[in-house]
């Protein structure tokens, strides 16, 4: 029964994660609000999180419940796929440090400062995420059939 439980937090925290990426690309424009800051950092908060959720359970998938961890450790795909998530989670960092910068210098102005300026790369790195949650599930199933390397 734990990996029921363990496979359905992974794949919960999974959803969660996409859908906060891809409401972040939606939000995300050259000039925004700072409601609409404040908005999008909460997202990035729970994207977090939920990344944190996927790291838990699979970690927990492959050394507690499941295959024997040898079936991943053995698997190229397996660590292609790890190491995706790890860019990913790199790559995350960017438009976080950003959220946070602009929520700094807005801390302790009281005035509406009208539209704020976010980076025009940040759309960019947001992209670069979403095309790599788009690969992972893939190397996942590949993993999952018993696929060890490319034909």
């Known amino acids: 029964m734990e990996y029921v439980w363990i ?3 992974h794949l919960l925290s999974i959803l969660i994660l996409t859908a906060m990426i891809v409401t972040q690309w939606f939000l995300v424009r050259p000039t925004i609000s700072r409601r609409r800051l404040e908005i999008i950092a909460a997202i990035d908060a729970t994207y977090g999180l939920a990344a944190l959720g996927v790291l838990m359970s699979g970690v927990g998938l492959w050394f507690w419940v499941g ?3 040898e ?3 053995d698997n190229p795909l ?3 796929k790890v190491t995706l998530f790890v ?3 790199l790559v995350s960092l960017y438009p976080t ?4 910068k602009c929520r700094r210098s807005l801390r302790f102005q009281y005035d509406d400062p009208g539209e704020i300026t976010l980076s025009a790369r940040l ?3 947001i992209s670069v995420q979403i095309a790599l949650i788009l690969i992972i599930p893939l190397l996942a199933v590949l993993v999952a059939r018993g696929f060890s390397s490319w034909p």
């Not at 440090?97 to 946070?100: E, K, N, R, S």
């Open 71 to 73: 079936y991943y450790t």
């Open 123 to 125: 759309r960019s790195y």
């Open 78 to 80: 397996f660590h292609l």
């Open 87 to 89: 860019v990913m989670a």
């Open 67 to 69: 295959k024997p961890p």
């Open 7 to 9: 496979k359905y937090c």
């Open 97 to 100: 440090v950003q959220y946070l």
